[in-house]
Each structure stands twice: as C-alpha cells, then as structure tokens.
C-alpha cells in the first residue's frame, strides 16, 4: 500500500474556480510549480503548507495579482488568467491580504464603501453635476456598508479610523470590505493572523455563517491548524511551489508526507494538527 495520498486528479465538474497547471516563476525562483485545483461551488477549502510554500504567490496569481507564465485559471468556467485584479472582483472573487491592506487613514465605514464601489452604477462624472441618481446611489451604498459593519461587529465604529482599531477588529473590516464587493469567491489569507484562541474560535463560527448568509464559496490560507481543520471541507497542501497532498482534514492530519513537511520546520505533529 502506498505511503502517502498523493493529489487526487481535479473534479472540474461543478468547481467555481479551476486552476490546471498553474506556474509561477520569479527569475530563477520557482514560487507556484503546476499548480492543479477545483474548488467546489458551496465549499470552505483550505491551503496550507510551511513557510515560504507559495501560497500566498498562488492567492496572487488566482486574483490577478500576478499573471502566471504557465497554466488556465477559469472562474465559473470563464478565463481570468491575465485579468486586472479589479476585473476579477467585479467577476465575483474577493480577498483579503495576509498583511492587512486597508486605508488606515479612512473610517471603518468609508473602508466597506470602497467595497461597494465596484458595484456602482452611476459613475463619478455625476457626482459635481449634482444629479439625484447619484446621490441615491450613494445614500444606498453608505446604508449597505452600515449593514455590513454591523454583521462584522464593528457597528459601533461606523467613524472610528481604521488604524485606531485592533488587530482583530481590522481583519473583520477587510472581510466586511470584501463582501461589500458582492462576491460568490472569498480568498481569505491567514484570516487567524494575530488573533487569540477565542477569537479564533469565533472566526470559525463567523466563517461558517458568512458563507451560508452570502452563498459564498471559500478558500483560505491558515496557519492555525485548529482553524484550518475546524472550518475546511477540504484541504490542499503546498511544499516549494507544488502540491504534495490534498483531501479532507482527516485525510491530511494521517498524512505521513504532510506531517514531515511541518516537522521539516520544526513545528512537531503531535501539537499542531
Ligand atoms: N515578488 C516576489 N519576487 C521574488 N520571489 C518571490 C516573490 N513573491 C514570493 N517569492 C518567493 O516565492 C516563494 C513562495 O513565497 P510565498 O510568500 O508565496 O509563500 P507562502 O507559502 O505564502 O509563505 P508564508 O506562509 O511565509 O506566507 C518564496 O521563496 C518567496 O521568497
């Protein structure tokens, strides 16, 4: 009997977004090597792998951050590959950084009214001219984005800056920001960074009830294996660029390769799975 699960073929059949051979290469660095996914629509998945893996670099390659040299990438079966990251958005796919990226010096409402922006009909042209439609518009996105805060807890900060938050509290703004976009794909990365265990406890429960209330489908980068395998119906695991397993969490806790991959870092397997 084999030793080890190894990558399973992608099933395309019903996946939101595919990435079939994807590489990535800066100069002679190899970040992303044939990189082959199918994220079921509906699904909470998961990539992990030790630091320095390309994970992130795969985040930025699916959302258009970078154009891989090699590979398709489709999202509901059309090509995004070589997309602007703000067409993708406007396509349905949603993130967040693993190094926070919000507008430090704007309000935690003005931060999710960004989000919204990229669903808006009237353009800015209109705003100097004065026109109702716009300011319609604009009364409606600023409701929205109340809404959106308060789902996020963060209802009673609407005009607080976003730097004057803590670290918690300004993950949960770039999560409400990324669903102000309306999207059906959110990559979260490292959503658990900084965060204490209970904290961490309530993202789980915060994730599982976003994906139901937006009829999101999921994929995030974690560290955190109490998170990953709380929350993830399925799991892929990176190693120098390459997939080196993939499952369900129970697949991937018994996986021989996955654990030497992690212990290869010094992290021990007894503790973090
Ligand atoms: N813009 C870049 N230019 C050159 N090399 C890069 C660039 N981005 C990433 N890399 C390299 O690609 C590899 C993968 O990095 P990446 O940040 O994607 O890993 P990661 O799995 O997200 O790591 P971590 O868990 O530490 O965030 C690393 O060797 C990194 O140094």
């Known amino acids: 009997m084999s030793e080890f699960i190894l990558p399973r073929p ?138 959106l805060a308060e789902r996020v807890n963060l209802g009673d900060h609407l005009d607080d800056l976003a730097s004057s938050l803590p670290y918690g509290a300004q993950r949960r703004l770039e999560i409400a920001r990324a669903l102000a976009t309306e999207p059906r794909l959110l990559l979260l990365d490292e959503p658990a960074a900084g965060m204490n265990p209970q904290e961490s406890i309530e993202l789980m429960h915060f994730i599982g009830h976003i994906r139901e209330e937006f009829d999101l489908t999921i994929l995030l980068i974690e560290h955190d294996m109490k998170v990953v395998m709380g929350v993830c119906q399925y799991i892929w695991v990176m190693e120098y660029g390459a997939l080196i397993a993939e499952g369900n969490p129970e697949d991937i806790r018994n996986n021989p390769v996955v654990i030497r991959a992690y212990l290869g870092e010094d992290m021990g397997s007894g503790g973090m799975f």
């Open 10 to 147: 992608p099933h395309y059949e019903g996946a939101l977004l595919v990435a079939k051979d994807v590489t990535m290469r800066f100069g002679g660095v190899t970040a992303v090597s044939e990189l082959s996914l199918a994220l079921p629509k509906g699904s909470i998945a998961g990539v992990i792998g030790p630091n320095g893996a390309g994970k992130t670099t795969a985040f930025n390659v699916l959302s258009g951050f970078y154009t891989p040299q090699e590979g398709e990438i489709t999202l509901d079966g059309q090509n995004i590959k070589g997309l602007k990251p703000y067409d993708i958005c406007r396509r349905g796919m949603a993130r967040t950084f693993q190094n926070i990226r919000l507008s430090q010096h704007m309000t935690v409402l003005e931060n999710i009214m960004v989000g919204c922006h990229v669903r808006r009909h009237c353009p800015w042209w209109m705003a100097p001219l004065g026109l109702p439609a716009f300011y319609r518009e604009e009364a409606a996105i600023k409701e929205k984005s109340r809404l």
